[in-house]
């Protein structure tokens, strides 16, 4: 448990989308929660939702979206993303609503286009792909519920498969990569994810809608990279930048993406959370990361 965490019933907690990177943090913050995963509950299914026990749950925590950016852009993942996204959260708010439970949703940049300079909450949807879009409904059908919190981040990193792990193999295998250098963001620990989380339950925060990332100095996919490289050490191997156009070129089925994700934590900062940099929390990950090679 967080160091400073108020003491909660987890017990009456449910966690959706238990066994991904944040659900897995969570389980580990609320180990009195109920975890579900789709194997026990179809969040899809309407009739499934309404049938599950929701007597005595306080919070339901959703973790579960569909995040393949690319593969919604088939017919089959479309149809998928708004299926989770869109359609399975609208299911959730309703039973948040019937059992007067606080419904805790976690978003993404991708509901903007990258445009603005400083993401803030009250910015107008503008997504540029089936994905963005898919989440976006998502953030509209929560706004509805009695009791809600929606957190928007960035480029979450955790347990499984993710960006610093895939940059840590390259550096072991000895490649020097092309990484984009025209995306700019703060990556977003699943740690501090959890942490933000945890503090505006035990506050009692205002419901609404909150940029939840990590702190510290944006930077681009090719810059984290290079620090990647440099705490796990493989400063011998080089980076070499390219546009996130140049990147994708001639290869199909490939979903526009911001180039902007900096979020604005003005919001999250008045309730009196400071969030760590992302600098700090990367070095922590990778000397876990090492220990546990």
Known sequence: ??????????????????????GTALRAQYPNARAVDS???DITDRQAVEAFDW????????????????????PEGRRAAWAINADAVANLVAVAAQFDAVL??????????????????????SP???????????????????KFYILRTTWVIGEGKNFVRTMLGLGEK??????VADQIGRLTFTSELVRIIDHLLTTSAPFGTYNATNDGEPASWAEITREIFKLGGYDSLTVTDTTT?????????????????????????????????????????????????
């Open 245 to 293: 156009a140049d990147y994708f070129a001639g290869k199909d089925g490939i979903a526009p993406r911001p180039l902007n994700s900096v979020m604005n934590l003005d919001k999250l900062r008045a309730t009196g959370f400071t969030s760590r940099d992302w600098h700090d929390d990367l070095q922590d990950y990778i000397a876990k990361e090492k220990e546990q090679a």
């Open 39 to 41: 194997d026990a509950l």
């Open 1 to 22: 448990m967080l160091r400073g965490s108020k003491i909660m019933n987890d017990s009456k907690f449910v966690i959706i989308g238990a066994k991904g990177q944040l």
């Open 55 to 74: 007597n005595g749950v306080t919070h339901i925590l959703n973790a579960a979206a569909y995040t393949n950016v690319d593969g919604a852009e088939s």
């Open 104 to 125: 805790v949703h976690v978003s993404t940049d991708y509901v903007f286009d990258g445009t603005e300079p400083n993401h803030a909450e009250d910015e107008g949807f």
């Open 174 to 179: 000895g490649v020097s990569p092309t990484v």
């Open 128 to 146: 540029l792909s089936v994905y963005g879009a898919s989440k976006a409904a998502g953030d509209l059908a929560v706004s509805l519920a009695p």
